[in-house]
């Protein structure tokens, strides 16, 4: 039994029994092996949600070094990215719907870049922020399916295609419809998506009106925005990498269902 640090990020022992076979890429009693994997899940976590830096890890969590080297095979494998795949299908069944949905939201957010991920980063006009953008695909639930980091100059636009295509992928071609906003308008988007076979569906706001506006459809992304804001390592994007900013986003949502406790539907 792996020792306890006692944070209240730490993995319970009914969610470690879900989340351990995609995480135990070499069986745990490897002789290689120095620290308990739970141990290096639960400093993994303790990162992502309080936003500290590696270096900076409690001296009773595994030592940092150990910690990066594991995360980036889980990061490299996209063990998180399968977790949440898996994870997405549950909830949905448990809330009475289809395992994989046929439809879905594209949005982005622009996350302030730092000296670590600066020369990614890129300047946000409509926001007149410099960092990055992370573009995302969720259902209807809010649950995440896809994301795709970019600098965050390039145009939301410009990454129909490549949600599309993932979002494709991994409910096995069953989407039929996704929502945006008007930043999403234009032959090219339209195309982008069409050749995936999905509708893209823009809502607009009403005439007139100026200010935010709560739309049909679109606040379910702003919420799951809003759900990723919890975890402090997200809230700037400190990454020199952004496969690790986009891997991050999946064991933040990950997270947030294995809290829910969803993946006791596959206890006997």
């Given amino acids: 039994m792996a020792q306890q640090s006692g944070y209240p990020s730490d993995v319970s022992d ?9 995480l135990a890429l070499v069986r745990e009693e490897a002789p290689q092996r120095e620290h308990a994997l739970r ?10 949600k309080t936003g500290c830096g590696w270096r900076y890890l409690p001296h009773d969590l ?5 910690v990066y080297q594991q995360w980036a095979r889980w990061r490299d494998n996209r063990c998180f990215e399968h977790m949440m795949a898996d994870l997405r299908e549950l909830a949905r069944v ?11 939201i594209l949005d982005s957010r622009t996350v302030q870049s730092t000296p670590e991920s600066g020369a990614r980063a890129g300047y946000d006009g409509a926001k007149r ?4 953008k992370v573009h995302v695909a969720v259902d209807t639930l809010g649950h995440l399916l896809a994301a795709v ?3 965050a100059n390039e145009s939301d636009r410009g990454q129909v295609e490549a949600l599309c295509q993932r979002v494709q992928q991994v409910t096995g071609q069953k989407v039929q419809v996704a929502y945006v906003d008007q930043g999403y308008t234009g032959e090219a988007a339209e195309y982008a998506a069409a050749v995936h076979d999905i509708d893209l569906r823009v809502i607009a706001k009403p005439a007139g009106q100026t200010g935010f506006v709560l739309l049909p459809r679109r606040w379910v992304v702003e919420r799951s925005f809003g759900w990723a804001a919890r975890f402090r390592r997200l809230a700037r994007d400190y990454e020199r990498l952004a496969l690790t900013m986009q891997q991050f986003h999946f064991l933040a ?6 809290a829910k406790g969803v993946f006791r539907a596959t206890s006997p």
């Fill in 253 to 258: 949502f990950a997270t947030l269902l294995l």
């Fill in 149 to 151: 980091v970019t600098p």
């Fill in 14 to 22: 009914t969610e470690w029994m879900f989340v351990a076979p995609y």
């Fill in 39 to 48: 141990d290096v899940f639960n400093a993994l976590r303790y990162l992502v």
């Fill in 94 to 104: 448990l809330a009475g719907r289809e395992a994989e949905p046929t439809a879905v």
């Fill in 62 to 66: 595994p030592p940092w070094a150990a």
């Fill in 129 to 132: 922020r410099k960092g990055s």
